[in-house]
């Protein structure tokens, strides 16, 4: 057993960006921004524990080499719908990169949250820690293009309120809508619905066919912790900035239109066509 012989290698400047999500409730997410946490005041000290925990890896991964670190940053995005995202930079001059030491900043500081927040929220989650970008090195400048993928599975568009015309094809106009829709030009100028989203209706509430859908796009395979309100998505020859989640909360009158809830709302920043089973790409940005 022995470790990467880097003794020959050139020195470079090297830099890694790495990122984790953590899902917990809304009611922590409110304690967190009302300085609230039992423990104390979690974002300093998360941000504390992800620096020391780009610095601690030598002794637990045996074949990790110590390396002298020039700069850590460790920044958060706290979602009032129960997501926190963790992004780590870190950079070095050697002979070897600073990927895993990125992603043990983000993975240390998804655990102080978890540690500071159980009192309040014992079910919070830690999902996705993954590499972004990496530089320096025989493999130079290497990144990301998004960070999740999925399809389009439903398309809808009608000029009156109600019922979306179900079709294989829209076209979606720059800062206007969705040609031929009642809310193109309004303030909900395209609205899309990851069918993840169903598991959060009640069954009480679930009095609709998929055909019923009112959303102009509906899309599978991206976790909803992804769209989030700043997030762009490219959707086949069209990008969109979700602005917001939801419109509406559930009614107990008439007909309830549960799926806004939590549908995306957004504008459009490039138009152009979209059709069923195009492509979705949630963009990396940071």
Not at 59 to 78: A, G, M
Not at 253 to 264: D, I, L, M, N
Request: proline share 3%.
């Amino acid at each position: 057993m022995r470790t990467v012989d880097v003794t020959k290698k050139d020195d470079t400047e090297r830099k890694a960006v790495a990122y984790a999500v953590i899902l917990t409730s809304e009611e922590a997410i409110k304690l967190i921004k009302e300085g609230k946490v039992e423990k104390g005041d979690i974002l300093t000290i998360s941000k504390a524990v992800g620096l020391q925990g780009a610095k601690v890896l030598p002794p637990l991964l045996p074949f990790c080499h110590p390396l002298l670190l020039t700069d850590i940053e460790v920044d958060f995005k706290v979602h009032d719908i129960g997501v926190i995202e963790i992004f780590s930079t870190v950079k070095n001059v050697g002979k070897t990169g600073v990927e895993i030491e990125a992603l043990s900043a983000c993975a240390l500081a998804a655990l102080n949250f978890y540690d500071m927040l159980k009192r309040h929220e014992r079910w919070t989650v830690i999902k996705e820690i993954m590499l972004l970008e990496k530089e320096g090195g025989k493999s130079g400048h290497v990144k990301r293009n998004y960070l999740a993928i999925g399809k389009v599975v439903g398309l809808g568009k009608s000029e009156k309120r109600g019922d979306k015309e179900r079709c294989n094809e829209i076209k979606l106009i720059e800062e206007f809508g969705v040609e031929g829709d009642v809310h193109a030009g309004t303030d909900k100028k395209i609205s899309i619905f990851p069918l993840e989203a169903l598991s959060r209706i009640p069954s009480s509430k679930f009095t609709f066919g998929m055909n019923e859908i009112t959303e102009n796009i509906s899309i599978i395979g991206i976790p909803e912790y992804f769209l989030l309100p700043g997030k762009k998505l490219r959707i086949g020859e069209a990008e969109i900035l979700i602005e917001r989640i939801g419109k509406e909360e559930y009614v107990d009158e008439g007909r309830p239109f549960a799926v806004s809830r939590w549908g995306r709302f957004g504008r459009i920043l490039k138009g152009g066509k979209v059709r069923l089973y195009d492509e979705v790409q949630v963009l990396l940005e940071y």
